[in-house]
């Protein structure tokens, strides 16, 4: 299905003779924000903005195939030769670093995009982008998500420490959290102890219990409140007690620490997990995971509340997702149950 919205009979007839680059990337994102199926709104198209305004100014001032400067170019006389150049040497890209797969596909998916827009209302004859030569190209990423086998998640959750020093406290919680909640890395990362939800006191004494989790982000459907198991709370609260006698971190808003920085960083994040799971594929003779990581922890959930019956809808709110296409890179791994009640639902969507 082409990325762009199809225009109706008239839209040829009704669309500029030919726009500046500006006027073609507006063009473009007029259609998309009328596709039935993804609309892309002004706000979610800002970076595709931003990439398409790089590339106009590498026009300006672009290279032959000898590398030497030429005079400016129009965003329709460009050939396959400025754009393998462009998506090789992204002028963001710090200097002296390498420019990543994920990050010349991201550039090169918008350029095609927007060109094929062009092409299919016949501003131009030829897709620059296609013209490239399939080796030059970057690669594409793998749409599918990855889980974890029952065998391998029941081992991980295992083989979670026990807690007994002011490492092991946290890595048990942090886990925990993971396996139980399906957080996202990110959100895991910025908990703070003020995001942790408590029971109303009760009887003379005043105790309340850790019963719950605030989950923030910068997404309306990211906030949202998640209740949590005993066994969940109990590693919750043990932390807690082992982290207020850590100086460094008395004072400190952020739920997670290491001994080096005040809040979790993705490495201590990645490595925790990949040493967790890795540690209980060797102890129980499993295959190691293709993929180690964060990710895949949340991506099991995922899947397991789906094959165990949870309602979409319930899904999406407790992932935390904006709506069900944030399932569909999962669809090949749920059951088939699963997987027909997802196809209905988006194609309903």
């Not at 198209?45 to 129009?74: C, M, T």
Request: glycine residues 6%.
């Amino acid at each position: 299905m082409p990325t762009s919205a199809l225009p109706d009979s008239s839209a040829a007839a009704t669309a500029p003779a030919l726009p500046s680059a500006d006027g073609l990337f507006d063009h473009w994102l007029q259609a998309r924000s009328n596709d039935p199926w993804a609309p892309l709104t002004a706000e979610a198209a800002k970076p595709y903005r931003f990439i398409w305004g790089a590339w106009s100014k590498f026009l300006q001032a672009h290279l032959d195939a000898q590398g030497r400067n030429v005079e400016a170019l129009a965003w329709n006389e460009a050939s396959a030769v400025q754009v393998l150049h462009f998506i090789n040497h992204i002028p963001q890209t710090v200097k002296g670093r390498k420019v990543s797969d994920i990050t010349r596909r991201r550039y090169w998916r918008v350029l095609d995009r927007i060109y094929d827009h062009a092409l299919m209302l016949g501003w131009m004859e030829i897709n620059p982008v296609h013209a490239v030569a399939p080796a030059e190209r970057p690669p594409s990423e793998d749409p599918k998500g990855a889980v974890l086998s029952d065998a391998m998640w029941q081992a991980g959750i295992a083989h979670i420490p026990a807690g007994d020093d002011l490492v092991g406290a946290r890595d048990r919680a942090v886990l925990m959290l993971l396996f139980e909640l399906g957080l996202a890395p990110e959100e895991l990362r910025m908990l703070r102890t003020d995001n942790l939800l408590y029971s109303t006191p009760q009887g003379d004494s005043g105790e309340t219990q850790i019963i719950g989790v605030h989950i923030e982000g910068l997404r309306d459907n990211q906030q949202r409140k998640l209740s949590i198991s005993t066994a969940l709370a109990r590693g919750l609260a043990h932390w807690l007690r082992a982290r207020a006698q850590y100086p460094a971190m008395q004072g400190e808003a952020s739920l997670f620490c290491s001994r080096k920085s005040r809040t979790l960083s993705n490495h201590t994040l990645l490595h925790l997990v990949t040493k967790t799971l890795a540690e209980a594929a060797q102890s129980t003779g499993l295959p190691t995971p293709a993929r180690l990581g964060p990710q895949i922890v949340r991506n099991t959930a995922i899947v397991r509340w789906l094959n165990a019956g949870m309602p979409l809808a319930d899904v999406v709110e407790r992932a935390g997702l904006k709506n069900v296409n944030g399932l569909l890179h999962l669809r090949d791994l749920v059951s088939d149950e699963a997987r027909t009640a997802l196809s209905q639902r988006v194609r309903s969507f």
